[in-house]
């Protein structure tokens, strides 16, 4: 069993839609999470990071953790053809330690 | 702007020959990463490093080896390249904890897609 766990997808969802992306994970130590973006041909890029349990929000995007659940999610309002890109989510175990990424969603938004 | 560089985009290389990836970051980090991304299986880490001449494996370093002589420069090297090892490769930079406003950002470069025929 793979110690973080994403659907690859592809995730495809019309222009405007709401889209919700979710990994989960094995190890309750994990205390840090994050959502990377990576654009085709590109390296990731950092979008959100959250510490322990609870929500985050910048602009469009909302990134929940559910510690109990072993469960993280990034939601994504008013999808735009500009956040077609593969998202990789990301965890940590003490500050400053390696992360352990899921295999990454592939999400498609159509205009 | 943090920026990572990898000297190539694009490789092509011959079963057993050696193969040396670099990665240069302009932000003084102290550590670096590298990774493979393979589709299904996401990234991977091979080795990474704390400081300068310290190295620690990663998740799958078989076959592969680094080196860190300056604090930019954090070296991949395939000693003897295999078709297994056809994949992309990223590396990583980030600074030491506390100094990121509590942010454990890693940031990386473009990739190096190596293909080993």
Same mark, same amino acid.
């Given at each position: 069993?793979?110690?973080v766990?994403?659907d690859?997808g592809?995730?495809?969802?019309?222009?405007? !839609?709401?889209?919700s @992306?979710n990994?989960?994970?094995s190890n309750? /130590?994990?205390?840090?999470? *994050?959502?990377?973006r990576?654009?085709s041909?590109?390296?990731p890029?950092? =979008? *959100?990071?959250?510490?322990?349990?609870?929500?985050?929000? $910048?602009?469009?995007?909302? !990134?929940?953790? $559910?510690?109990?659940?072993?469960?993280?999610? =990034?939601?994504i309002?008013?999808?735009?053809p500009s956040?077609? !890109?593969?998202? #990789?989510?990301? *965890?940590?175990?003490n500050?400053?330690?390696k992360l352990v990424?899921? /295999?990454?969603?592939? @999400?498609?938004?159509?205009s | $702007?943090?920026?990572?560089?990898?000297?190539? &985009?694009?490789?092509?290389?011959?079963t057993g020959?050696?193969?040396? @990836?670099e990665c240069?970051q302009?932000m003084?980090?102290e550590n *670096?990463?590298?990774?493979?991304q393979?589709?299904?299986?996401g990234?991977?880490?091979?080795?990474?490093s704390?400081?300068?001449?310290?190295k620690?494996?990663g998740?799958?370093?078989?076959g592969?080896s680094v080196? &860190?002589e300056k604090k930019?420069?954090?070296?991949l090297?395939?000693e003897?390249?295999?078709?297994?090892?056809?994949?992309?490769? #990223?590396?990583?930079?980030?600074p030491?904890p506390?100094?990121q406003?509590?942010?454990?950002t890693q940031?990386?470069?473009?990739g190096?897609r #190596?293909?080993? @025929?």
């Open positions: 069993q793979k110690e766990e994403q690859p592809p995730l495809s969802v019309p222009e405007g !839609a709401i889209v @992306l990994c989960t994970y309750s /130590a994990f205390q840090y999470f *994050m959502w990377y990576q654009y041909r590109k390296g890029e950092l =979008l *959100m990071y959250t510490y322990s349990s609870g929500n985050k929000e $910048d602009g469009r995007f909302t !990134a929940q953790v $559910d510690k109990s659940s072993k469960y993280i999610s =990034l939601f309002r008013d999808s735009q956040d077609s !890109a593969t998202y #990789l989510c990301a *965890m940590s175990v500050y400053g330690n990424f899921g /295999a990454g969603t592939i @999400l498609r938004v159509k | $702007d943090v920026k990572v560089t990898q000297s190539s &985009r694009y490789l092509v290389k011959r020959e050696k193969v040396f @990836l240069v302009d003084d980090h *670096m990463f590298w990774y493979r393979d589709p299904g299986l990234l991977r880490l091979i080795y990474f704390y400081d300068v001449k310290m620690e494996k998740d799958i370093p078989e592969y080196s &860190r930019e420069r954090f070296s090297i395939l003897s390249a295999s078709t297994n090892q056809t994949s992309m490769y #990223l590396c990583a930079s980030s030491p506390g100094t406003g509590g942010t454990d940031y990386f470069g473009p190096t #190596l293909t080993v @025929l």
